[in-house]
């Protein structure tokens, strides 16, 4: 991979853990969970649309990822994400990572390094 498509492919990375992060933060923000109210509530918060915005974002980005690699290896690739929001949930949300979790994150994080040798 050159640099280019490691740029962008850790672009999205980014941008799509922010995203995540965002729109976590709007629901843990919400002191009810009582329909309407909740809903009202959580679209009044920044977080959501910072993660509005992030999608969008990373929507523009991720196409130009998938216009330099083969869509095969782009979606392989993309799926460290998960290994990236896990360890962010954990970071800021103090959410667990059970020893079943950390093993599937091994997985992820094997078969994408795998991936990305043979790209």
């Given at each position: 991979?050159?640099?280019?498509?490691?740029s962008?492919?850790?672009?999205?990375?980014?941008?799509?853990?922010?995203?995540?992060?965002?729109?976590?933060?709007?629901?843990f923000?919400?002191?009810?969970?009582?329909?309407?109210?909740?809903?009202?509530?959580?679209?009044?918060r920044p977080?959501l649309?910072?993660?509005?915005?992030?999608?969008?974002?990373?929507?523009v980005v991720?196409?130009?990822?998938?216009?330099?690699?083969?869509l095969?290896?782009?979606?392989?690739?993309?799926c460290?994400?998960?290994?990236?929001?896990?360890?962010?949930?954990?970071?800021?949300?103090?959410e667990?990572?059970?020893?079943?979790?950390?093993?599937?994150i091994?997985?992820?994080?094997?078969?994408?390094?795998?991936?990305?040798?043979?790209?």
């Open positions: 991979m050159n640099t280019l498509v490691l962008v492919w850790a672009l999205t990375i980014a941008i799509d853990t922010v995203g995540q992060l965002a729109f976590k933060a709007a629901a923000e919400s002191r009810t969970n009582q329909g309407l109210a909740h809903w009202k509530f959580i679209v009044q977080w649309w910072l993660g509005i915005i992030c999608y969008i974002v990373e929507f991720w196409l130009a990822f998938l216009s330099l690699v083969p095969s290896i782009g979606v392989m690739l993309g460290i994400n998960i290994v990236v929001i896990m360890f962010a949930g954990r970071m800021f949300f103090k667990k990572l059970t020893r079943n979790r950390l093993v599937g091994a997985l992820i994080a094997l078969g994408v390094a795998i991936v990305g040798i043979g790209a």
